[in-house]
């Protein structure tokens, strides 16, 4: 449905995503539990149908240019239990469950976010991996779309 | 810096951000202490720098073309509490406390994700408003940019 003032965009009831020149909007998924990131992800109109019809995370994978049903190979399927729109509807944020071994993420870890920026300054910023987001059971298999 | 490996991309400590075809990566910034997603939004390589360097999230504006300190002109600076990159670095995670009067949104609200999809297929999609995170006390402005 199209939307045709800006205050209907942003206040009405009417889901009505604003896609990108690509068909996208951006997708963040967390953890319904913990709260934490997971990953940030794409859909396009046929993953965002999908993944509200379905109840299953949906996205569309760009490396691929094909629709992605998240955990598809690996198991990791997102369970969606909430599912949320931003102002001017260009992204989602869903609040998942994942199943399977309970990751999000292809390198093994349970966010893709595993690892924090140091220092306070762009020459002295470097990386750590937060063993709290890093299954200790996994490995890194390299399959992106996992 | 640049990075040659996708091991060293995605389980290395070197920050190397992955920029797309405008320069620009994806950032989710949530509250440090509630934990919702407060908006998404894109940064550039100044505006990452800066706000790893201040401790205040700047992003790029796509609508105006221009480096955009959060808060700027509405008061609603960003303090970064914690600031993370996804595995394959093309995506940034803030946690942050809203300054001023602890909005994130040029609506009003606390959070941009003041919507939830309700309904369990797309035709019966609609979105309904979230009183938790919306300001009670906030009128609508129309500044996306605040």
Known sequence: MSITTEAALELGSVLAPRYDTNGLIVAVA???DSGDVLMVA?????ALKLTLSTGEAHYFSRSRSRLWRKGESSGQLQAVVEARI???QDSVWLKVRPQGDGCACHTGSRSCFYRLIEGGSWSGSSLSRDGGLISPTR???HDPQR
């Open 139 to 141: 490995s890194t298999p």
């Open 42 to 46: 794409w859909m396009n109109e046929e």
């Open 86 to 88: 931003d102002c001017d």
């Open 30 to 32: 967390t953890h319904a």
